[in-house]
């Protein structure tokens, strides 16, 4: 079963701020809410990670609801270049041993000029 | 520091044939993996292995093999090349084993390896 929702296509306008929503109804209390971006065909790539407060980093900003069922990937000012698919994935934390990251469908994010 | 590199970049092979995808980091990671993208979908787990001298199977591991020859590199290995395995391979590494400055065992990405078979 899916751990996350998240619509299949957005659009933003360039220079506005891109807010992704993703849904994670069932995520227990260890799972973190994690989100990796991939630009065209390459490897996906990290953005942010968060377990209940909001963070944000260079790259964006993450907004978890208190209830932890929901969250919303905002990157503040969108360029060209942040058009890509965007991946919400929940998981505990591994430390010691491998990260099995499932990888969804993702929310194909797309930055109009 | 050139991260996660994946050798070949592209490859054809006829059905049956066999073939290896190469795979290294330079970051010291202690784990490693080989993820399967097809048209459209989400990445797949293929193997993985959490440290060196270990691997074990993911989602989708019939129809490959992998070794960990040491710590920076994972192979992965296509015996009976089928059409079914048309797609693109990404390996990846993560920080594991040690509390990192983002604290979130990142995976970091290579590439990505783009096979056909016919």
């Known amino acids: 079963d899916a751990k996350t929702t998240q619509p299949p296509s957005m659009d933003c306008a360039e220079g506005r701020a891109a807010n992704l929503p993703c849904n994670h109804s069932?995520?227990?209390?260890?799972?973190?809410v994690y989100w990796y971006r991939q630009i065209h065909s390459q490897g996906p790539q990290y953005i942010i990670h968060?377990?209940?407060n909001n963070e944000t980093n260079e790259m964006a900003s993450l907004i978890i609801t208190e209830d932890r069922k929901s969250s919303t990937l905002i990157l503040p000012h969108a360029t060209l270049r942040d058009t890509a698919v965007y991946y919400c994935?929940?998981?505990?934390?591994?430390?010691?041993?491998?990260?099995?990251?499932?990888f969804g469908q993702g929310t194909r994010l797309t930055i109009n000029p | 520091n050139a991260g996660v590199t994946q050798t070949p970049k592209f490859q054809v092979l006829k059905t049956g044939q066999s073939m290896t995808l190469q795979c290294a980091q330079d970051?010291?990671?202690?784990?490693m993996y080989w993820y399967r993208q097809d048209p459209g979908m989400g990445l797949r787990l293929i193997y993985y292995?959490?440290?060196?001298?270990?691997?074990d199977k993911g989602e989708v591991p019939n129809g490959y093999n992998v070794s960990r020859l040491n710590k920076r590199e994972f192979s992965l290995r296509l015996e009976s090349a089928a059409p079914s395995q048309t797609s693109v391979y990404f390996c990846?590494?993560?920080?594991?084993?040690?509390?990192?400055?983002?604290?979130?065992?990142?995976?970091?990405f290579g590439a990505g390896s783009r096979l056909t078979v016919l």
């Open positions: 990846a590494s993560s920080e594991s084993g040690h509390e990192t400055t983002r604290g979130a065992n990142v995976l970091t």
């Open positions: 968060g377990l209940k």
């Open positions: 994935i929940v998981d505990r934390l591994i430390i010691q041993g491998a990260q099995k990251l499932v």
């Open positions: 292995s959490a440290s060196e001298g270990t691997t």
């Open positions: 970051m010291n990671h202690n784990s």
């Open positions: 069932t995520i227990s209390g260890n799972e973190y």
